[in-house]
């Protein structure tokens, strides 16, 4: 690709599930004109969660995909830029005063960059694990669940996922097996109750699959008791869903962003990575919340000081041809101007209120 096709932006967020998304109504906001890269689906691993009941605002649940929906109207409302290319390579290297990003369809050269790739189901590493998968071997339950109407499946895991999952699992399916690795939840102990309250849901403690039986579809599993060493295959099992964590995506950023032992980008308080001017927020920089509330919060924050920075280097960067200051939604702009129109009535400065 030549110099000349490489196309200029101001802000490229990588990821549009709730951390880019809100990243992209904070940064369009701030005048700031981003563009969010957001691979082929939409969303992010929220969109694979059914309900969620702990998102505020919403007093009745509201389900992930309707979230998102929600989040990218909102941020569309701003002018906010959505492509559906994936991210291929990035070079972020020193000598450079500008990121490169190469997508499945373009280059970019971008003045700030904030990552918001989230993170992908762990694998339990089976032989055939992967050959199975959507054929009895399922990472999502809310995807999966309606397929196993009336049957009996299982669950591996005994985090949040895992329990929140299996009471899901539950409404479709006759029996739902809780395989946990030990004799201990790690999930909340209300997930946990909830779980114990369900007549069809049994834990098997200090279990373990050992073996998926089935060629070209699961028909059984093999599971080993860690304590007494028993194995048992079970016949009726042919659904089981793997809950056992999260592996933070960040393949396409190579050698440039700094990560912990567990693959999570390290960030500051200000969602700062290593490199100056590329930020990290929600799932991917996140060992220990992942919930949704949480990556908006930090994608807010990475937007901020992401557009800082762009304001602070204006003067060194972008030949970004002129990029227009985003226009606000017509209400906001009313509510806005009427909230500085109450100001000078009153006798105050007359500011632009910023209701952020
Ligand atoms: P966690 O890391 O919390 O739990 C993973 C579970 O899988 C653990 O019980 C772990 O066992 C088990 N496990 C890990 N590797 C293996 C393996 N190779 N074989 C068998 N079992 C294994 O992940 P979650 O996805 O459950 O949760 C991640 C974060 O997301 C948490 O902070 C959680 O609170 C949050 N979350 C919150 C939700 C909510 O509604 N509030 C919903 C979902 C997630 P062990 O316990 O022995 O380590």
Redesign the pocket.
């Known amino acids: 690709m030549t110099e000349e096709n490489i196309k200029h932006e101001q802000l490229i967020i990588i990821g549009g599930g709730p951390a880019g998304l809100t990243a992209s109504i904070y940064a369009a906001r701030q005048g700031v004109n981003p563009l969010v890269l957001n691979g082929p689906e939409p969303g992010g691993q929220i969109t694979t969660?059914s309900e969620l009941?702990?998102y505020p605002g919403f007093p009745e649940p509201i389900g992930g995909f309707e979230l998102t929906q929600k989040m990218t109207q909102q941020a569309q409302n701003f002018n906010v830029r959505l492509e559906f290319e994936s991210v291929e390579t990035v070079d972020f290297s020193d000598d450079k005063d500008k990121f490169y990003i190469k997508t499945d369809m373009n280059e970019y050269q971008a003045d700030a960059v904030i990552i918001t790739t989230g993170a992908e189901p762990?694998t339990?590493?089976l032989e055939k694990e992967d050959k199975l998968r959507g054929n009895g071997v399922s990472y999502c339950a809310t995807c999966d669940a309606a397929f196993f109407r009336d049957q009996p499946v299982a669950i591996?895991?005994?985090?949040?996922?895992?329990?929140?999952e299996a009471t899901f699992l539950a409404k479709f399916a006759s029996k739902v097996y809780i395989?946990?690795?030990?004799d201990?939840?790690?999930?909340?102990k209300i997930?946990g109750n909830r779980v114990k309250a369900k007549e069809n849901i049994e834990i098997l403690w200090d279990t373990?699959?050992k073996e998926l039986i089935g060629d070209n579809k699961l028909q059984a599993i093999k599971v080993i008791n860690n304590k007494s060493e028993k194995e048992t295959v079970m016949e009726d099992v042919n659904g089981l869903f793997i809950?056992?964590?999260?592996k933070p995506r960040t393949e396409c950023l190579d050698r440039f962003i700094e990560t912990d032992e567990g693959g999570y980008i390290i960030t500051d308080k200000h969602q700062r990575t290593n490199v100056d001017g590329v930020y990290a927020a929600g799932d991917v920089q996140d060992p220990?919340?992942?919930?949704v509330v949480v990556a908006a919060g930090s994608g807010a924050k990475a937007a901020i000081k992401a557009s800082e920075y762009i304001e602070e280097h204006s003067d060194n960067l972008s030949e970004t041809e002129n990029i227009p200051v985003q226009p606000m939604p017509k209400e906001t702009a009313k509510s806005e101007a009427k909230s500085s129109d109450d100001k000078s009535r009153d006798g105050n400065l007359n500011l632009t209120l910023n209701i952020d």
């Not at 395989?179 to 030990?182: D, K, L, N």
């Not at 201990?184 to 909340?188: D, H, S």
């Not at 809950?243 to 999260?246: E, F, T, V, W």
């Open positions: 969660t009941e702990n762990r339990l590493g591996v895991g005994g985090g949040d996922t895992a329990l929140w395989i946990h690795r030990r201990k939840l790690r999930g909340a997930l373990e699959v809950a056992i964590g999260h220990d919340y992942r919930q």
